[in-house]
């Protein structure tokens, strides 16, 4: 498989550059004549090697989807250097390869799907020791349809003004997949990987219509035992073409693949992450265990390169200073990034999201990376996919709610994304207010399309609220 890689020339004057949390701690102990001594003691030689990354090259790869953004932000501004590591960024052509490559190390670290480091803990798929120590991004897919799926499914969608109504339901979409079975075509279509947010969104989403996706179980992989609808792995940047093709009927991915096939007029996007559920996260920064055990400091490092890129990801919004994104779509247009238009690109990166032509929505929760703790890495999101996994088929038996948080707590790592932000928070480049408390385990109250609630201190009672799905029972 051919890479494409990015690298940052090496600077003898980076590499010897003292991390700026040590700096700014130095200079707020020059207030006393002993802590003068200390500070300078500290800003020596044997600070710098105490801070040092233990390894300073790193390989990390990505997908070519926006929310592969805050690793090209660290790299294009410098964030990764200012923290004495040396970036090689390398695009993967799909999940598989990029679960496969983090396990067996040729890259130290990835833009990864939730579910694959939560995956490779229980069994599903390939096992590993994999971590997530940081959050990348939070509802940024969506799931679309074609053209002709459309037309067959507006009649049914109901309006206002003569615009639809959203959250548009999968209700609407149940003639269409009927109509299309009757006449013995397979109404398939797209996610991106088994283990994937996009899987379990599209999957919800469709329960929640009444339409049954199909179970996983041992004798099938595919997840279509069941099904009213078969759903099919396509790596993402392909999603629109297949569509084009005729291949599949609609698909579930991140962007900008979405609105790829909108302003294309490929196909139109029918609902978003947000509208399944207000607080959707996406990916994470994926590693190795015995990488982040043998290499504290330089994950550490990372961490931090991470949440000054997430900050400047979100950086004016709230105030509608969309400037840092603009810049965004310029720099993710290029073909060694995400290589899509920056048109493309733009809406859905300044909350302005097209669903069918000339239906342009306010979204300004899209693709969040910082605010709201978008980038925490949170127990409860973890729980929220292993409950997928479970409803689905992919954990075959039940599971006690305390087995759910054993694996949450050992996937996800808090403490490597507090401990990073304590650094940038001593050093004033981070407000404590923007860190949530230890104790806490969700970002807060979220809403789901069906109206269901979510308690991730109570996974079996969330899973038995679902008509269609495994419970507390083995198939």
């Keep these: 498989m051919k890479c494409t890689a990015i690298r940052h020339p090496r600077s003898s004057s980076i590499a010897g550059r003292q991390p700026a949390s040590s700096l700014h701690g130095a200079l707020r102990r020059t207030a006393a004549l002993v802590l003068a001594f200390t500070a300078l003691a500290l800003t020596g030689a044997a600070a710098l090697a105490a801070e040092r990354p233990e390894k300073q090259e790193l390989r990390i790869g990505f997908i070519k989807l926006t929310d592969c953004a805050p690793l ?19 695009a993967q052509a799909n999940w598989k390869i990029v679960l496969d490559r983090v396990i067996d190390g040729s890259l130290d670290a990835s833009h990864m799907l939730p579910g694959q480091a939560l995956g490779a803990a229980v069994g599903v798929g390939p096992r590993a020791n994999l971590v997530a120590v940081a959050g990348m991004g939070v509802n940024t897919l969506a799931i679309t349809v074609g053209n002709s799926v459309w037309a067959r499914m507006k009649p049914g969608v109901p309006a206002q003004n003569g615009k639809p109504v959203h959250p548009i339901g999968a209700a609407s979409l149940r003639p269409v997949i009927d109509n299309t079975n009757a006449a013995g075509r397979r109404f398939t279509m797209g996610m991106v990987f088994p283990t994937s947010t996009h899987n379990y969104a599209l999957r919800y989403w469709l329960a929640a219509g009444g339409i049954h996706p199909g179970y996983y179980s041992a004798s099938d992989s595919n997840g279509v035992t069941g099904a009213q609808v078969q759903l099919s792995v396509t790596p993402p940047p392909q ?12 698909y579930s991915v991140g962007e900008p693949w979405n609105q ?15 509208q399944i559920w207000s607080r959707m996260p996406e990916k994470v920064l994926g590693l190795r265990r015995e990488f982040v055990d043998r290499n ?36 993710l247009a290029r073909p ?5 238009d ?4 733009l809406g859905p990166l300044t909350g302005q999201y097209q669903f069918e032509r000339g239906d342009v929505r306010a979204a300004p929760s899209m693709n969040l990376y910082y605010r709201s703790y978008a980038g925490y890495p949170f127990y409860g999101d973890a729980v929220w996919d ?53 104790t806490a385990y969700t970002a807060g109250a979220t809403r789901f399309i069906d109206g269901v609630t979510f308690d991730p201190a109570k996974p079996n009672a969330y899973l038995a609220q679902f008509a269609i799905g495994q419970q507390g029972r083995g198939r």
Excluded: H
């Excluded at 932000?73 to 004495?84: L, M, R, S, T, V």
């Excluded at 920056?342 to 690109?345: I, P, R, S």
């Design 296 to 331: 504290p400091r330089t994950v550490r490092a990372l961490v931090r390169a991470i949440i000054r890129a997430e900050q400047w990801l979100d950086a004016g919004l709230a105030s509608g200073n969309s400037a840092n994104r603009r810049e965004l779509a310029t720099i």
């Design 239 to 250: 999603m629109p073409a297949t569509l084009g093709a005729g291949t599949i009927f609609g």
């Design 72 to 90: 090209v932000i660290a790299y294009e501004k410098g964030f990764f250097e200012d923290e004495g590591l040396y970036v090689t960024l390398e």
């Design 386 to 438: 292993l409950t997928q996994m479970r409803r689905w088929g992919q954990i075959p038996s039940a599971k006690a709610d305390a087995w759910y948080d054993t694996i949450a707590r050992q996937v996800y790592r808090p403490d490597i994304y507090r401990a990073a932000a304590q650094g940038l928070i001593a050093s004033r480049r981070m407000a404590a207010t923007d860190l949530p408390a230890a």
């Design 260 to 274: 790829q096939a909108a302003l294309k007029n490929i196909g139109v996007p029918v609902v978003t992450a947000a």
């Design 336 to 340: 060694e990034y995400v290589g899509a």
């Design 342 to 345: 920056a048109g493309v690109l």
